[in-house]
């Protein structure tokens, strides 16, 4: 049932000369992801004051890896990765010129935003796949622990800072020079992909050149279905997007209006953002978690039942310890499971496989509007949440008792 790797050094993906400034890349780039998001959803309810709109960027954000991912993946297999990433931060770049240019010449219309925030969507599902095949590339199975936690940690750096960023450019240039701005983000990745020789598959003999139709994504599913590991390993992921998902940051106004203190709002966001980065970096020093399916399991358990107490506790200083022990388990189990699905992925189809949990980690998503947004306007936000947390666990341990049944140790 096991899938490990010999113990990784600390810090060890920092080493490398090629992931380290990619994953700095990565990171200022998931930053103009988010300032982004700040700048331009600000401007689209000031000017719109549309609930169709707001409900949209949910949606048109996440729904593109649930339909998209596993050809994304294939672009992945098939292609050389540097260019993979590049167009997905091309299509970053291109949103944000989109949203300046309508914003200079006020013509901003619904569609116009729609159109971009699917094209933006897009571009996210298409980095991902070829994102993890250039950190295998980069350092190897050895190392792959380290590269995939110090990456998402560069990515919750960035996600901790977007908002921050985002505000200041957005009241100190304005909107559409905020988002002009935003683009120089993006570059330092850009740019660095035409310095590295890594490919995402100079380990293994070159791109896969096989096409994927959809009779292809369907075998691919078939293939992942047929191995226990990386079905449990998608299925926990699966599962903590559709229970909880995107709901925690959207749901900290009414947490915040519970303290009765104006700063408790930032001081909740600040731990929410937190949690991932303190998370990697003590994953990171104390590397003794090995990616296993057990230790995948018992940090998504320990995930849910942080989630169940935060939402249950009225006490601040508590909430935010459990956000914090939460984004840690969080971390722990998108970076185990992760890694276990690219070591037990066969090398001519990594991007594929990749793809699919993809599809799980980031499409579903949308259901926890469903899970805790919906069922929270019948029974209030903080039951629907410790209701779907405790979804979360159970799902987990059935998914445990399952892949133990019926899966050899490795």
């Known amino acids: 049932m096991e899938t490990s790797t010999t113990a990784p050094r600390k810090f060890a993906a920092l080493r490398n000369r090629d992931a380290r400034p990619y994953m ?31 409900g949209f960027q949910v949606i048109s954000h996440w729904l593109p890896f649930l339909f998209l ?8 297999d098939r292609y050389d990765c540097r260019r993979v990433v590049q167009a997905a931060q091309g299509l970053f770049m291109l949103a944000s010129v989109g949203w300046a240019v309508l914003f200079l010449t006020d013509t901003l219309q619904i569609w116009h935003a729609c159109v971009l925030l699917v094209l933006h969507g897009c571009a996210g599902a298409l980095w991902g796949p070829g994102e993890q095949l250039m950190l295998h590339d980069f350092v190897g199975n050895e190392d792959l622990p380290s590269a995939v936690r110090l990456n998402a940690t560069f990515r919750s750096i960035g996600v901790l800072f977007g908002p921050v960023i985002g505000s200041a450019l957005l009241l100190g240039l304005g909107p559409t020079a905020g988002i002009a701005v935003n683009v120089l983000f993006y570059l330092p990745l850009t740019l660095f992909l035409f310095r590295t020789r890594f ?24 293939d992942v279905a047929g191995d226990r590991v ?55 020093v104390f590397d003794r978690i090995r990616p296993t399916v057990r230790a995948a399991i018992v940090s998504t358990v320990l995930y849910g039942l942080s989630t169940v107490a935060f939402a249950l506790t009225r006490n601040i200083w508590l909430a935010v310890l459990l956000l914090l022990v939460g984004g840690t388990a969080a971390m722990a189990s998108m970076t185990i499971s992760q890694t276990v699905v690219q070591l037990r992925a066969e090398p001519s189809q ?36 410790a209701l779907s947390a405790v979804a979360l666990c159970v799902g987990t341990v059935a998914a445990g008792l399952w892949a133990r049944g019926r899966t050899r140790e490795h």
Not at 69 to 76: P, T
């Open 24 to 54: 700095i890349g990565a990171g200022l780039a998931m930053m103009a992801d988010n300032i982004e998001h700040v700048i331009t959803y600000w401007v689209l309810w000031e000017t719109f004051h549309s609930p169709f709109l707001a």
């Open 69 to 76: 991912s596993v050809h994304f993946g294939a672009l992945a």
């Open 350 to 385: 990594r991007g594929r496989v990749l793809g699919v949990y993809g599809m799980s980690a980031g499409g579903l998503r949308f259901g926890s509007g469903f899970t805790v947004g919906l069922l929270g306007a019948a029974v209030g936000l903080r039951q629907s949440l």
């Open 199 to 222: 490919t995402g598959h100079t380990r293994h003999g070159g791109p896969n050149p096989t096409r994927l139709g959809v009779l292809g994504a369907l075998r691919v599913l078939r």
């Open 230 to 284: 990386l079905m449990t390993m998608i299925v926990l992921a699966g599962l903590g997007s559709f229970f909880v998902g995107a709901s925690m940051q959207s749901a900290m106004p009414e947490f915040a209006g519970d303290y009765g203190s104006g700063a408790a709002y930032g001081v909740l966001l600040l731990a929410n953002g937190a949690g991932g980065v303190v998370g990697g970096l003590l994953l990171e």
